[in-house]
């Protein structure tokens, strides 16, 4: 675990409740704000984001059968 001075700590473990919208209001606020300075977890967050969207195709499809 390693956190760059100045810049909060990581937020990737929080990423996949921040994308499910599980987080606390504060929390919330401060993922964005570190998303914003931390191009490493920006780029997980897309990584969270399509994950998640396709996890969300793929039950629809199974909803329909
Ligand atoms: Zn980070």
């Known amino acids: 675990?390693?956190?760059?001075?100045?810049?909060g700590p990581h937020v990737r473990q929080?990423?996949?409740?921040?994308?499910?919208d599980?987080?606390?209001?504060d929390e919330t606020a401060s993922v964005?704000?570190?998303l914003q300075r931390c191009g490493a977890c920006a780029a997980a967050y897309v990584e969270v984001v399509d994950a998640?969207?396709?996890?969300?195709?793929?039950?629809?499809e199974d909803l329909l059968e």
């Open 32 to 34: 964005a704000r570190h």
């Open 14 to 20: 929080m990423l996949g409740a921040y994308v499910l």
């Open 52 to 60: 998640v969207s396709l996890l969300a195709m793929l039950s629809a």
């Open 1 to 7: 675990m390693t956190a760059e001075r100045g810049d």
């Open 22 to 25: 599980a987080l606390e209001e």
